[in-house]
Antibody, heavy 121, light 110 residues
Framework: EVQLVESGGGLVKPGGSLRLSCAASGFTFSSYSMNWVRQAPGKGLEWVSSISRSSSYIYYADSLKGRFIISRDNAKNSVFLQMNSLRAEDTAVYYC??????????????WGRGTLVTVSS | QSALTQPASVSGSPGQSITISCTGTTNDVGGYNYVSWYQQHPGKAPKLMIYDVSYRPSGVSNRFSGSKSGNTASLTISGLQAEDEADYYCNSYTSSSTLNFGGGTKLTVL
C-alpha cells in the first residue's frame, strides 16, 4: 500500500524557517517524482514544487520567489521542503503527493494527510 | 500564474448530472492534454478522479468523466449521489513547466 506521511509542521514566527519531511513507503520511491501542494485555511489547493526522480528537474511556483527549496533522499525514501523567510500567507496544510513528470504524468495519484504550518508572532 | 477559473459552487439533486468547468488559456488547459481533477471532502486529502483530461484511475466510479474543448476542461458527474458532495479542483500543466490549480468548486447534493 502506498503511504506518504508528512511531518515537521508547527508554529513559527514570521521570518523564520521550517523543514518539512515526507516519508514514502509501499512503492519504489526512486521511480517517481514528488511534489508539495499546500492549502491555506478555508482556501483552495496551490501547487508549491516538484522534484524529479533523481533531482535533475526541480520546479517551483512563481509566488515562492526563491524562499523554498525542495530536495529528496532516495536512500531514505523521503522528500523535503525547506521553507525560509516565512510569512503569514504561508500558513497552510502542506501535502506531499506523488507524480511522474519524467513520463509526462503531471497528476498527483497519491497524497499524504498533510502537515499544518502556522506562521504567526 | 493565475488560478484556473472554476465556478465557486454547483448543485444538483440525487440522480441528476452536473458539470464543472475549468477555464484556462492556451498556455495551460488549451495547450496540453494534462488536465486532472481532484475531489476533496472536508478535512481530508484530495483524491485523484480524472487525469490527462478524460482518464479515470482504477477504482474511480464511471459516473465521473472528463472532457476538454479549447481552453476549457469539464468534469461531469452523472447519477449524483450524496457521497459526491465535496470540493472539486482542476489542475493543468503549463508552458512554464509548472502546475496550476483551479480555485475549486463546492458541489452540493440537494
Amino acid at each position: 500500500e502506498v503511504q506518504l506521511v508528512e511531518s515537521g509542521g508547527g508554529l513559527v514566527k514570521p521570518g523564520g524557517s521550517l523543514r518539512l519531511s515526507c516519508a514514502a513507503s509501499g512503492f519504489t520511491f526512486s521511480s517517481y517524482s514528488m511534489n508539495w501542494v499546500r492549502q491555506a485555511p478555508g482556501k483552495g489547493l496551490e501547487w508549491v514544487s516538484s522534484i524529479s526522480r533523481s533531482s535533475s528537474y526541480i520546479y517551483y511556483a512563481d509566488s515562492l520567489k526563491g524562499r523554498f527549496i525542495i530536495s529528496r533522499d532516495n536512500a531514505k525514501n523521503s522528500v523535503f521542503l525547506q521553507m525560509n523567510s516565512l510569512r503569514a500567507e504561508d500558513t497552510a496544510v502542506y501535502y506531499c503527493a506523488r507524480s511522474d513528470i519524467e513520463l509526462d504524468q503531471y497528476y498527483f495519484d497519491y497524497w499524504g494527510r498533510g502537515t499544518l504550518v502556522t506562521v504567526s508572532s | 500564474q493565475s488560478a484556473l477559473t472554476q465556478p465557486a459552487s454547483v448543485s444538483g439533486s440525487p440522480g441528476q448530472s452536473i458539470t464543472i468547468s475549468c477555464t484556462g488559456t492556451t498556455n495551460d488547459v488549451g495547450g496540453y492534454n494534462y488536465v486532472s481533477w481532484y475531489q476533496q471532502h472536508p478535512g481530508k486529502a484530495p483524491k485523484l478522479m480524472i487525469y490527462d483530461v478524460s482518464y479515470r484511475p482504477s477504482g474511480v466510479s464511471n459516473r465521473f468523466s472528463g472532457s476538454k474543448s479549447g481552453n476549457t476542461a469539464s468534469l461531469t458527474i452523472s447519477g449524483l449521489q450524496a457521497e459526491d458532495e465535496a470540493d472539486y479542483y482542476c489542475n493543468s500543466y503549463t508552458s512554464s513547466s509548472t502546475l496550476n490549480f483551479g480555485g475549486g468548486t463546492k458541489l452540493t447534493v440537494l
